[in-house]
């Protein structure tokens, strides 16, 4: 019998901890003994989903294409036909181009920078193909038999669609500018899902809630072996028609997935959303990803797929200790981080003051002045409160030393519902609402540690944005902006002396607090674009020029107080409205681990 040494070529490592590292799935099946626990261990892929940013537009029945870190969605049912495309990167979604035709029922497959989508329905079944470049969508050669919900899977330039609504076995191959028929499945279909590529192909179930699979072999189909659980209207991904997996699927919501090894089906992790008519064939068998679909109601659930000794945590919200008084209206702006902020004001014109450190909210010295919807900028031992309303609008500006309050130059003119950015000895507010009666401000001023001076106007006038950033390159994005004191979707740059259109927002938001920098920032929660305004948890990053979403809150919430000097650095607190909300969140950004597992000779 071989030994352990003859067939790995290396002795097993005596250790008293873990393996140092492991970066990467190579490393699965690497064994050492632990001389601590006296355990063998070693380095075992496990499969994984996990819950990554939503996309920003309710849909199903849509098409999909690329990997896991660089993909696409576009068309479906947003409760109509939509155009809508959203690109990933691997932690957010952003707006793309919009397709030619809108529809539902169509498939995708390529990658991000060089998709295809085809078929669907846009009123018909029709046989529209459109070809993209990561940035536009260009009709090319159209089906010869019109179709909807069939499989698809390839290239651009080497792509298969097979079967369709209504049930048919039909068969097309595309080469980059047009379709030919070729072999037809054995069991005509719709509602199934595909995988591979143009000459290794697999169809996977379809409706009603078949089992079945075939194989595709460049010539012609094969059934191969049945799925354990029979489904219609399911995700896949996979490279080839040997490696994959099958997940979700209805009639009624399914959250099952089974993976394939080219002979047979095993049941693996189930998703964490189950749901049916979502995107498909985006991504591997190692690295997959569940986009939307309804379960029941249309869906922005995003879940990421992993076979591999590495354990992926997307960007999150953690739940942190909570304030001493959870109070609405409080400062507003990129004040401190995660590590050390501070909370000042609130409603009932509040002197209240507390400081976080990372671990838990202090009560401090209380503000001179009681103000509410104040801005604040710096640091928790540097920072700066300006403004607000208490009760009428305030001009002093107060500087914070870490334990007491000092009134410091006045602003110009009373200002409420602005945010501020920067440093102590450096900041910004901007915009808001002044006398008389709450009138929509597009002001901005700069204070030097000493006075505030006028700098330039703002494009919008306008309240209650999200801030981010310095004195010579600041951020203002979404709030209520005129003419009609919508929430908007509208973004500025400030580069110290005049304010510039930045990227417009992926959806309407604002009314809570910002963080990060011009080129990183994060808008978190607040209120939705209506009507009428509802309080949302969503959250979205801006990397100086598109927007993107990322990981939501955990309680819905407005009118707060946070903020942070970088985009992984923020926190939340406080706002409500009913009932007002003390607890603290901060942000976490993605991880990735190593897994060991204890192995077992019983």
Partial sequence: MATYREIKG????????NLPSASASTEEGGVWYNSITGKLRAFVAFDTWATSAPISTARNVLAGGGIQTASFIAGGNTGSASALTEEYNGSGWAAGGDLTTARTGLRGCGTLTAGLVSGGDSGSHTGATEEYDGSSWTESGDFSTVKSTHGSCGLQTAAIAFGGAPAKANVETYNGSTWTEVGDLNTGRRDHAGMGTQTAAIAIAGDPARAIAESYDGSSWTEVGDLNTGRQQLGSSG??????????GGPHPKAVVEMWDGTSWTETTDMGTARYQKAQSIGTLSSGLAVAGAGPGLLTNTEEFAHSILTYTPASWATAASQNSGLTQQ???TLGSKSGTVASGGNGTATACETYDGTAWTETNDLNTGRYWAAQAGTSTAGLVMGGVGPSFRTEAEEYDGTNWTESGDLPVGHVKMPGAGTQTAALTLGGEKEPSY???????EYDGTSWTAGGDLIKAGFQRFSAGTQTAGLGFGGYLDPSSAISTHSEEYDGSSWTAGGTMLFAHGGATGAGTQTAAIGMAGYDGGP??????????YDGTAFATSATINTNRGNTGGGGNSQTGAIFFGGGSTPQRAVTEEFEDGTTAAEAADIDFD
């Fill in 10 to 17: 290396l002795k097993v490592p005596y250790l008293d901890a």
């Fill in 239 to 248: 490279a080839t028609n040997t490696a994959g997996i099958a997940f979700g």
């Fill in 532 to 541: 009428p305004h509802a309080l949302t948890a969503n959250t979205q990053t």
């Fill in 439 to 445: 009138t929509d401000s597009e002001a901005c001023f």
């Fill in 331 to 333: 400062s507003s702006g």
